[in-house]
């Protein structure tokens, strides 16, 4: 298993590994969750915060990260379920630490879906905890 960043050929293999691990990236009534779209525009952004994990040429895990200066992000951190409980999840945590770090960035945030008590439980596990904050959003199309 070995982690790396995200390539243009990788595109499809990414798109197949979300569309399986993150089951609402499959709701055509949100249409800012579209996985092609977001790999496509992530790449094209260029700051190389975008990592995947792969087993024999096989795609069993991502992670992206953002960072403005401010503030770091993380995205798309899944294990495809037949790798999990294996430590791909914190190994991949740990890289996107460790390159946000690296930038500067002196703290991390992350959204996790409230009904989604398997992703809180790992987060909360690697050390994050809730902020006394109200996630607000705005869709710009």
């Not at 992000?73 to 945590?93: A, D, F, K, T």
Request: aromatic share 10%.
């Amino acid at each position: 298993m070995q982690i790396r960043a995200v390539a243009a050929s990788d595109i499809d293999a990414i798109v197949a590994f979300w569309r399986e691990v993150f089951p609402e990236y499959n709701d055509p009534a949100r249409p800012q969750r579209d996985p092609r779209t977001n790999i496509v525009r992530k790449l094209a952004f260029g700051d190389g915060l975008f990592w995947l994990a792969e087993d024999a040429q096989r795609v069993v895990g991502t992670v992206m990260a953002g960072y403005d200066g401010h503030r770091g992000w993380l995205y798309s951190l899944g294990v495809h379920p037949s790798h999990r409980e294996h430590g791909i999840g914190r190994l991949l945590l740990s890289h996107a630490e460790t390159e946000l770090k690296r930038l500067g960035c002196p703290k991390v945030n992350v959204q996790v879906l409230d009904r989604n008590e398997g992703s809180q439980a790992f987060w909360r596990a690697a050390g994050y905890a809730p902020d006394p904050v109200v996630s607000l959003g705005r869709r710009l199309r």
